[in-house]
């Protein structure tokens, strides 16, 4: 039996993949963080299946579902907002289960950034304005940054950030990538991205703390701080240049429709 990371996606049900989908509809029993993944999706569960809402469980209490139920010879869902790869805490569950000897994979899922960027219909790598996204945070009470990592340090480099769980720090994002980015560089921030109840924050390093502020936003934020946000003037890329040189075409894939 195996246990499943399932990335749920930003927040809107549909938003999980078609294979998050089909594994969550073959698991017995769905683990999920009930804080974050909407009720919607628990109806792709199978109709008797054990769900167990981990909001109020800690690391110790979690493993131990999930290894309970791999020994009692259940597939487990465990439903993950997002993507597991970025600030999921799959890490230390995942150790913990290599120790267990148990079995598990992961199924991506839409990230958190992708659905703010939708939301705020850009592209985040604008050819001759920014090719880089860095996904970060800001260092907190709980846990703090590697050496090398702290916002002013990442913020040399120019690139367009991306913060996670830092709205109710939105003061030190300003305070320190202003000297770096300029206090007119576009910002944005994107509460609750796919969801109802979505809220979409725009401006520049000089008003977006007043603008957060206003609106109450402290959680289930991303805040993103570059260049590309504003970018109107840039070259076309490359990829669909008619001076590109190209080549025969691939053959079409057996069964998909020719253009």
């Given amino acids: 039996?195996?246990?499943?990371?399932?990335?749920?996606?930003?927040?809107?049900?549909d938003l999980i993949t078609v294979r998050?989908?089909?594994?969550?509809?073959?698991?017995?029993?769905?683990?999920?963080?009930?804080s974050l993944v909407p009720r919607e999706l628990l109806a792709e569960c199978p109709p008797d299946a054990r769900l167990v809402d981990t909001a109020q469980l800690n690391l110790d209490e979690i493993t131990a579902q999930l290894i309970?139920?791999?020994e009692a010879g259940h597939d487990v869902a465990r439903l993950h907002s997002g993507d597991p790869s970025v600030f999921s805490a799959v890490a230390e569950q995942m150790r913990r289960l290599d120790a267990a000897g148990?079995?598990?994979?992961?199924?991506?899922g839409v990230p958190a950034f992708a659905a703010a960027?939708?939301?705020?219909?850009?592209?985040?790598?604008?050819?001759?304005?920014?090719q880089t996204v860095i996904l970060t945070r800001i260092a907190n009470r709980a846990t703090a940054m590697p050496e090398g990592e702290d916002l002013a340090t990442l913020g040399r480099s120019g690139a367009l950030i991306v913060l996670h769980l830092a709205a109710r720090y939105v003061d030190r994002v300003v305070e320190e990538l202003e000297p770096h980015y300029g206090s007119d560089c576009p910002a944005a921030v994107v509460a609750m991205a796919s969801r109802p109840d979505e809220l979409i924050l725009r401006g520049t390093l000089a008003d977006i703390a007043d603008q957060v502020k206003s609106a109450g936003v402290l959680r289930t934020a991303v805040i993103m701080v570059g260049r590309t946000?504003?970018?109107?003037?840039?070259?076309?890329?490359?990829?669909?240049?008619?001076?590109?040189?190209?080549?025969?075409?691939?053959a079409p894939v057996p069964g998909a429709p020719v253009a």
């Avoid at 039996?1 to 049900?13: L, N, W």
């Avoid at 148990?102 to 991506?108: A, D, G, I, S």
């Avoid at 960027?117 to 920014?130: F, Q, S």
């Fill in 1 to 13: 039996m195996t246990v499943y990371f399932i990335g749920a996606g930003p927040g809107a049900a």
């Fill in 229 to 250: 946000l504003g970018a109107s003037q840039f070259r076309d890329s490359h990829l669909y240049s008619r001076d590109r040189e190209r080549h025969e075409p691939c």
């Fill in 102 to 108: 148990v079995p598990y994979e992961v199924v991506p």
């Fill in 117 to 130: 960027a939708a939301a705020l219909k850009r592209e985040l790598t604008v050819p001759t304005v920014g």
């Fill in 68 to 70: 309970r139920s791999h």
């Fill in 20 to 34: 998050g989908a089909r594994t969550l509809a073959s698991c017995q029993v769905c683990l999920y963080a009930g």
